[in-house]
């Protein structure tokens, strides 16, 4: 694990914080840089020094640049949508005001996050000020953090890109752990034991449990309750190798349905 012990910025226009001190192996770490907008405009940059301080001490350099512009306003600032479970809906909307040119327009909403659909729709036009209001719809496809933009396309020829950033994170209604399922190798005829922990946001039963391999035994508890801890066994015969398995969980929730676990083994000759 690395811990990061500070950060700081070479210029007042950005203000670093550390999200994540503590980044263990195969994690990720987040750094968030925040601009002045109160007290800069036009073009900012600024280099963040990142203080590592274990394992061992060392630096590292991130660099933010960006344009600061008073002309348009976004509310909210970004767009947050917290924790959406795979496969559900969420919408939010940002109202985009704009005072200058009387024919400013927006032409093309895109976005790089999966399963972000964006439109748009023009809500005011007097005077040099215009208004109009955007609606993001996410689905997630699959579990993860969420770290993208949404970049809108105008027609002003000096600025024409404004980005409003999307974070949140997408979560399964049901959390496996260990997953995959790996057991230790096994001599012909030997066995190995583990507890699969299934973790769901609400309570539900696993009804049945069905391996794919003969080899593999899972023991139910029909409690209603959102966490259940199953002891799986691997029994080995005489067959020696590597396998690969799948054990397909039944609950009794429709939206949870079932749950799928894949797994490995090897058996080892005696």
């Known amino acids: 694990p690395v811990h990061v012990s500070s950060v700081r910025a070479s210029c007042g226009c950005t203000t670093p914080v550390v999200i994540d001190e503590t980044v263990a192996p195969g994690e990720t ?29 060392g630096e590292a350099q991130l660099r933010v640049d960006g344009y600061v512009r008073r002309d348009v306003v976004c509310d909210p600032g970004e767009i947050e949508f917290g924790a959406v479970k795979v496969g559900a809906k969420a919408e939010a909307t940002v109202d985009i005001q704009y005072a200058g040119r009387s024919d400013w327009r927006i032409l093309e909403a895109r976005s790089n996050v999966p399963g972000l659909a964006v439109s748009f729709e023009e809500a005011t036009r ?119 398995f799948s054990i397909e969980l039944q609950t009794d929730d429709a939206e949870i349905g079932t749950i799928t676990v894949r797994g490995t083994a090897d058996v080892t000759s005696p």
């Open 126 to 244: 007097v005077n040099g000020r215009v208004g109009y209001r955007l609606i993001a719809n996410f689905t997630p496809e699959a579990a993860g953090y969420i770290n993208g933009e949404i970049e809108l396309e105008t027609n002003d020829g000096n600025h024409r890109r404004v980005p409003i950033v999307v974070t949140g994170s997408a979560v399964e209604a049901v959390s496996v752990s260990p997953s995959p399922l790996a057991f230790s190798p096994v001599a012909a005829g030997g066995s190995d034991a583990k507890k699969l922990v299934v973790k769901g946001d609400r309570p539900f039963r696993i009804v049945g449990a069905n391996a794919s391999d003969p080899r593999i035994a899972v023991e139910l508890s029909d409690e209603l309750r959102p966490l259940h801890l199953l002891p799986v066994t691997f029994t080995a015969d005489e067959a020696t190798g590597a396998i690969e």
């Open 29 to 57: 770490g987040r750094i968030k840089a925040q601009f002045n907008t109160r007290s800069f405009l036009g073009q900012r940059g600024a280099t963040i020094t990142v203080v590592f301080d274990r394992p061992q001490y």
